[in-house]
């Protein structure tokens, strides 16, 4: 059902019933590495170069997702993902050989939300029982496209934010796809989407990733708002994908302006992603992993024991490209809302 | 409907309502260019930068499209776009005014297939009473980013096609969406989908994407076959993006291999839109702005005057990329398919 000018509620809400997560060394040092499904200690994954290993994470974050589910690629009808690279080279040779039909997303770091979106669509809409949806990210490969090689050795601001290396896949099923075939579990359902537009604050600074993306989180919230008619009260917590602190900080002075104090109820995946102080990850993490391995490790299980009974999702991009920076150009924004509910157990049969 | 592996029919096909697009200088002196909306004489239709004249590309036809329509940009749900540069610069300063909710997608020159599959699904999934698809491209964007900086003047092999700089934009509406809004005509109406998986022969020249793209279109179209159980008959045209004459050739072989003889319902979008002899355009056009402008400007009128009852639109994309290039590994290809149909007067009232 179409509700306000960006946001969808569904009337059978696709749930998710399993998710994989992969990450590198530095993201299982951090307060989340006990939660991921598996850590790497070596970010080249064993591949000749940093995009095959991102490839590598796409591959193995689908694997894991499906084998939790029981599943094999013939049970899967689409798969939605992307990543931060130039014609999503990590997302291309990392799923081929799974056969499964592919939507290429490219949202910057918000694709996760865009992913989940999209394939919530597809399964609510009735054209599918079973989606994956996916994004990747990784240090290596963002920061020699969009920055610096790794060998010059730059030094960054205290704005910055780390890339992070990691997958997050998810299965998004039709509530009774189950037809004794899944095995997967109850995480979540997804009860609606907000969609972002593009929000451009004439941002020009490719090393403060956070205020670029503010504003678009900002937006994409505040359109939740108005779409359903509630505020952050409805939410045990809203999450934003990768503001990190100085982001964080703006976003809660827009809302603020706007009536809105969600200081108890906003977390941010960068923030958790790493010990900033520790692993001198300055401002926090970002790329479309973050929030992804974030979701899946994190987010995702917390809402599957009822700890949290509602969040709402909200990975953010920012549109940076070496080519329009260098242009002279700024750094939009856009961020994709996701609201994830708790799955009650008395309500529904499952696997009978 | 689900049919087979990889398609979909739908119950209340979503209409084409309205098509924009404007093309530049090379494009409006070949055999189509009397046909677009407008064409440009200069390829930097007065900008700063090649980047910036390729947003301007997408806003005109979006623009064009919305127009035709007699819609506003409010009246717009979601845009599906994209374009064929690192983190979709086009699209995103292009589309940035409309201020309308964006997915924003890659699919090399397949763009223009997934954008309207996945705007035909949203349609036909209830989530939306209108959309807008489109996909742009620019030879001087397109060079400088994936082979050489125009001023260098490198020779081009018989293989190699020749991007196209333009646009291409549609409406697609739920078929009643009009509720007296809607100025649009009946131009086609969506039918049914079948969706690409990445298919890898091998092929390590990125001066031969012809070859390259032509084993996924192979496989789209047999797909398609398959899923719903017809054949080439079924349709009066099975018209792929920019194969280019090397890669018609090679389509035509794989599929007569298994049984198919397409040589009455083939053509390609690339070798329609330019004079290969006198433009020196040699294998053909590309680029996803080549399949969406011939969408628009011969395709979608074929099929409202009924000279055309069926089409099998199937663009094509070569997932190509200087760093996996130059890193050694091959170019895959994608293609989606989209069947469109004439819409037939007498069935149904519209504007009433």
New interface residues.
């Given amino acids: ?2 509700k306000g ?2 946001s ?1 509620q569904f009337e059978c809400p696709p749930w998710i019933t399993a998710a994989g997560s992969i990450a590198g060394k530095k993201e299982g040092e951090g307060p989340l590495g006990a939660l991921f499904d598996r850590t790497k200690e070596d970010d080249r994954m064993g591949k ?2 940093w ?2 290993a991102e490839s590598y994470l796409q591959k193995e974050a689908a694997g894991l997702a499906m084998k939790k589910a029981g599943l094999s690629p013939q049970d899967i ?2 798969l939605f993902g ?1 990543d ?6 990590a997302t ?2 990392g ?2 050989e799974f ?10 770091c918000s694709t996760m939300g ?1 992913a989940m ?2 394939a919530a ?2 399964v ?6 079973r989606c994956i949806a996916l994004a990747s990210s990784h240090f290596a490969t963002a920061e020699k ?1 969009f920055r610096f090689p790794l060998g010059y050795g730059n030094q960054r601001p205290y704005s910055a934010t780390w890339t992070a290396t990691g997958c997050g896949a998810v299965v998004i099923e039709k509530e009774k796809a189950a037809g004794g075939k899944t095995k997967g579990e109850k995480m979540a359902k997804i009860t609606g989407i907000t ?4 929000v ?1 604050f004439g941002l020009k600074d490719s090393m403060n990733m956070g205020a670029a993306m503010a504003p678009a989180a900002f937006h994409t919230i505040w359109q939740n708002f108005q779409d359903f008619g509630w505020d952050q009260d409805h939410f045990d917590r809203i999450i934003t994908g990768d503001l990190g602190t100085v982001g964080q900080k703006i976003l809660l002075d827009l809302l603020r302006k706007e009536g809105y104090d969600l200081r108890q109820q906003h977390m941010d995946c960068g923030i958790e992603l790493y010990d900033g102080m520790k692993q001198d990850t300055h401002a926090g993490g970002s790329g479309c992993g973050c929030s992804a391995i974030t979701l899946c490790a994190m987010i995702l299980p917390k809402l599957k024991t009822g700890e949290w009974k509602r969040v709402l999702f909200v990975p953010t991009g920012a ?6 920076f260098n ?1 002279g ?1 700024s750094v ?1 924004g ?1 961020a994709h809302g996701v609201i994830l509910e708790h799955i009650e157990e008395e309500k529904r049969e499952w696997n009978t």
């Fill in positions: 059902m179409q000018k960006a969808i000749d170069n995009e095959e009808r689409y992307g931060l690279l130039g014609q999503l080279i291309s040779f799923l081929m056969e499964i039909p592919l939507f290429g997303l490219y949202g910057a865009e979106s999209l669509m597809t609510g809409g009735g054209f599918a029982d496209q969609t972002g537009k593009i451009d549109l940076l490209s070496t080519v329009s242009e150009r939009p856009i």
